[in-house]
């Protein structure tokens, strides 16, 4: 501590001073010197201007010395009162890094890239959320508003007149153009999340909670309204989710950049009751690179001449690596059928599996490009592809002559190339392939094929909101070699609120 200045006292040794080296006046000269009280006066004020200059310097060397360290106590007490302050305000930024820490290492199954529009981010972003007072917990609604303004050359096949699918096409082409509008495909979210005290759980608990309930309007048509239809809505807790959620076979990740509601043809855009366990196989600085997940989901089959008279559980392995660059994804599904022929009261069997492998990479280019791709094959996937479940019935063929049931073997695959060429302006260039393999039991007029090609360009005007046109060009082929080709046209306003 510095000791306590002695004002006055060194304002009138100055003063004195002063006084003692100023030039003595004659006898002479005393008539023209002031008076003696005249002189008190002056050395007073001079004093106080000295005195208002050391409090000057004072003050300023106050202010560039450093505050004095709390006494023993109130250090504690001042980080209480921090602590209590983040904790009414939800999550501390320490916490929130916990957080995604968890939700790396626990559950990328679970991560949508389909929320956000551009680079992936994180499973659950920093933005919008509302903290829970005196607990690490956090509330968010968020969401967007979707219109969408599109010209069909020919008229698609599908109810939902707002999706595109090219198993939907109508063969032969025929020349149908038809121009609507769209609102369904707005969505809303509602998001909670909490952070658990990993000191009492053990080493391996990633410590996290998060629930994700998605709805958008794409239900049936009441009146001149539209259904609400509810996505996903799920749980995840620590390793474990369960739920209504996207597939395992779904890799969020690789979701592209653009608007209309449908999916790349060979996209598992399958979305049903799940129960998976996921956990990080790797430790130390790559902790999250490497993460193992295995469920179980209620299947999604259908049949030509068969009914399905046994829901057994599809059951799911997936293995996610997650370098620096992107993300490798594969996974493999088995599936167990029982079909029930419609003609006849006889029962066929079959085993089936299939494989997926999909991945996104960030490309060493000026604009920061992003590849993204996805690969499915046989004939545990071969219904579960976006065109092959719209052209229905190609899990399998029941085959009444012999009793048996005949799989359908499938593959396809998706690539697309993510530009940014500013800040404001992205474009997305996708190319889809689905081909089904074997002949054997498919009638001629069923759908054998499809070729899907799609450009998208959006450009955001103001922050959250989005303008995008986007060219549509379908091809379907028949088993008996006929075709059918559509062309289409959006143009797509969305605003973001909280993402």
């Not at 302050?85 to 916990?98: K, L, S």
């Not at 996805?374 to 009444?400: C, E, H, K, Q, R």
């Not at 054998?448 to 959006?458: E, I, M, R």
Request: cysteine-free; aromatic content about 12%.
């Amino acid at each position: 501590m510095r000791p306590k200045r002695r004002k006055n006292q060194w304002a009138w040794l100055v003063a004195i001073a002063w006084a003692l080296s100023a030039p003595t006046p004659s006898l002479a000269q005393d008539s023209e010197q002031k008076s003696q009280e005249e002189r008190i006066e002056e050395l007073e004020a001079q004093n106080q201007e000295l005195e208002n200059r050391l409090s000057e310097l004072e003050a300023k060397q106050d202010k560039a010395e450093p505050k004095a360290r709390p006494a023993p106590g109130e250090e504690d007490d001042q980080e209480a009162a921090d602590k209590a302050t983040a904790a009414a305000r939800g999550m501390t930024d320490e916490q929130r890094a916990q957080f995604h820490e968890g939700i790396a290492a626990a559950q990328p199954a679970n991560y949508n890239a389909a929320w956000h529009i551009g680079t992936p981010k994180k499973d659950v972003i920093d933005k919008g959320w509302w903290g829970l007072k005196d607990t690490p917990s956090e509330l968010r609604m968020s969401g967007w508003v979707q219109f969408a303004l599109f010209h069909d050359f020919q008229g698609n096949g599908l109810e939902m007149e707002q999706e595109f699918s090219a198993a939907a096409v109508i063969v032969p082409t025929l020349k149908r153009p038809s121009t609507g509008v769209d609102v369904r495909s707005s969505r809303m979210f509602f998001e909670y999340r909490h952070l658990f005290d990993w000191k009492r759980k053990r080493k391996n608990f990633p410590g996290v909670a998060h629930m994700l309930f998605e709805m958008d309007l794409g239900g049936d048509v009441l009146g001149d309204g539209y259904g609400p239809r509810v996505r996903q809505f799920f749980i995840q807790v620590g390793h474990l989710t369960f739920g209504q959620a996207d597939s395992t076979l779904s890799n969020g990740g690789t979701w592209p950049a653009y608007f209309d509601r449908a999916a790349p043809g060979a996209y598992p855009e399958v979305r049903r009751p799940v129960l998976r366990y996921a956990a990080a196989l790797s430790r130390g600085q790559r902790k999250h690179a490497h993460v193992l997940t295995a469920g179980i989901e209620l299947p999604r089959t259908e049949f030509t001449n068969a009914e399905s008279a046994f829901n057994a559980p599809d059951m799911l392995v997936r293995y996610d690596y997650s370098p620096k660059w992107g993300n490798l994804m594969a996974a493999v599904i088995v599936r167990y059928f029982v079909a029930e022929s419609t003609v006849t009261e006889a029962r066929a069997t079959k085993w089936v599996a299939g494989g997926t492998l999909s991945g996104w990479a960030n490309i060493p280019t000026k604009n920061g490009d992003r590849l993204k791709w996805n690969f499915l094959i046989g004939p545990g996937v071969s219904g579960l592809m976006f065109d092959t479940s719209i052209a229905g019935g190609l899990d399998g063929t029941y085959i009444d002559a012999t009793n048996t049931l005949l799989t359908t073997n499938a593959w396809g695959i998706w690539a697309g190339w993510e530009r940014p060429w500013a800040d404001k302006w992205n474009s997305l260039f996708m190319l889809s392939h689905v081909d089904v393999l074997n002949v054997a039991g498919q009638a001629p007029e069923t759908f054998s094929g499809s070729v899907t090609a799609t450009v998208t360009l959006d450009y955001e005007p103001v922050n959250h909101l989005f303008i995008a046109v986007e060219y549509f060009y379908g091809r379907r082929v028949n088993f008996d070699a006929q075709f059918g080709q559509d062309h289409r046209l959006n143009l797509a306003f969305r605003y973001m609120i909280n993402r």
